[in-house]
C-alpha cells in the first residue's frame, strides 16, 4: 500500500509548484525538480514511481534525459510539452514515454493520465509478485501479510481492528518518509468517509491515536508513529520485509 512518489520536472518555478501541489492535494507524494541533475539526485535517494517531465527545460532537453533514463531503467515517465504537434509526440514516444500531454491542458485528464501509467506499470511489473504476501519486521514485531496477523515483542497477538491494520501496512510500506494526512487518508481510500479536509484529518488522527495504544509502549511518547511537525506522521522504525 506504498503511495506512489511522482517526481514533477519543469524549470517553471509556477509551473512546477502548480504541479506539485495539484499532485499532493490528490493523495499522491509529490516532489520537485527544475534539471537532470535533480532528477538523478532524487531518484538515487528514494523510490520514484512516475516522471511528470517537461519537454524544455532551459538548456537542457527533456527528450534526451528521458532517453537517457531509459538505459538504465523502467519509471514511467509522461512528458508535459507546449509542443505538440505529431512529431513532437512521436519523438516523445520513440525515446520510451509513456504518454504525452500538450499544454494547456485539464488538470483533470492530467491526473487520470497519471493514474493509468501507474495502474499500467503495477500490473506489467509481474502478476507473480504482486500476489507474494509479505511479512514485515519492526522493532521486535512482526506483521503477517497471509494471516493478516500482528504479534507483539512478546510473541501474543495483538488485535488490530481492519482500519488501524490499513493505517499499520501505509505506514511499514513508506517508513521514514513524512506522510501528511491526506496522503494517509487516499491510501486508506477515506477520503470520501468525512466532509472535508479537516473533518478527515481529524478521522486520521484518531484512527493513528487508536493504532498507538495498540503498538506504542506509550502511546503519549510514540516512538514507532511519531508526529511530523507541519506535516502529518511518520513511521520511524526500519522495517524488515520477508516474502511469504
Known amino acids: 500500500?506504498?503511495?506512489?512518489?511522482?517526481?514533477?520536472?519543469?524549470?517553471?518555478?509556477?509551473?512546477?509548484?502548480?504541479?506539485?501541489?495539484?499532485?499532493?492535494?490528490?493523495?499522491?507524494?509529490?516532489?520537485p525538480a527544475a534539471t537532470e541533475s535533480d532528477i538523478r539526485k532524487q531518484i538515487s535517494a528514494d523510490r520514484i514511481d512516475l516522471i511528470l517531465l517537461d519537454v524544455m527545460l532551459g538548456d537542457e532537453s527533456g527528450i534526451d534525459i528521458c532517453q537517457s533514463l531509459r538505459a538504465e531503467?523502467?519509471?514511467?515517465?509522461?512528458f508535459i510539452s507546449a509542443l505538440s504537434a505529431?512529431?513532437?509526440?512521436?519523438?516523445?514516444?520513440?525515446?520510451?514515454?509513456?504518454?504525452?500531454?500538450?499544454?494547456?491542458?485539464?488538470?483533470?485528464?492530467?491526473?487520470?493520465?497519471?493514474?493509468?501509467?501507474?495502474?499500467?506499470?503495477?500490473?506489467?511489473?509481474s502478476l507473480a509478485y504482486r500476489r507474494r504476501i509479505k511479512t514485515f519486521g519492526f522493532d521486535g514485531w512482526i506483521y503477517e501479510g497471509k494471516r493478516d496477523e500482528?504479534?507483539?515483542?512478546?510473541?501474543?497477538?495483538?488485535?488490530?481492528?481492519?482500519?488501524?491494520?490499513?493505517?499499520?501496512?501505509?505506514?511499514?510500506?513508506?517508513?521514514?518518509?513524512?506522510?501528511?494526512r491526506e496522503e494517509i487518508a487516499a491510501a486508506l481510500d477515506v477520503t470520501g468517509e468525512s466532509d472535508g479536509t479537516e473533518a478527515t484529518g481529524r478521522a486520521i488522527d484518531v484512527l493513528v491515536g487508536r493504532l498507538r495504544t495498540k503498538i506504542e509502549k506509550d502511546p503519549k511518547t510514540p516512538?514507532?508513529?511519531?508526529?511530523?511537525?507541519?506535516?502529518?506522521?511518520?513511521?520511524?522504525?526500519?522495517?524488515?520485509?520477508?516474502?511469504d
Open 1 to 31: 500500500m506504498a503511495i506512489p512518489r511522482l517526481l514533477v520536472v519543469d524549470d517553471d518555478p509556477e509551473m512546477r509548484s502548480m504541479l506539485t501541489q495539484f499532485i499532493r492535494q490528490n493523495g499522491f507524494i509529490a516532489l
Open 73 to 78: 531503467q523502467d519509471v514511467p515517465v509522461i
Open 86 to 125: 505529431d512529431h513532437h509526440r512521436m519523438k516523445g514516444y520513440e525515446v520510451g514515454a509513456d504518454d504525452y500531454i500538450a499544454k494547456p491542458f485539464n488538470p483533470n485528464l492530467l491526473l487520470a493520465r497519471v493514474k493509468a501509467v501507474l495502474s499500467r506499470a503495477q500490473r506489467t511489473s
Open 150 to 180: 500482528v504479534r507483539a515483542p512478546g510473541g501474543y497477538q495483538v488485535a488490530l481492528s481492519q482500519k488501524e491494520t490499513a493505517l499499520l501496512k501505509v505506514f511499514l510500506a513508506n517508513a521514514h518518509i513524512p506522510l501528511t
Open 223 to 243: 516512538k514507532l508513529v511519531r508526529t511530523a511537525r507541519g506535516v502529518g506522521y511518520v513511521f520511524s522504525a526500519d522495517v524488515e520485509v520477508k516474502e
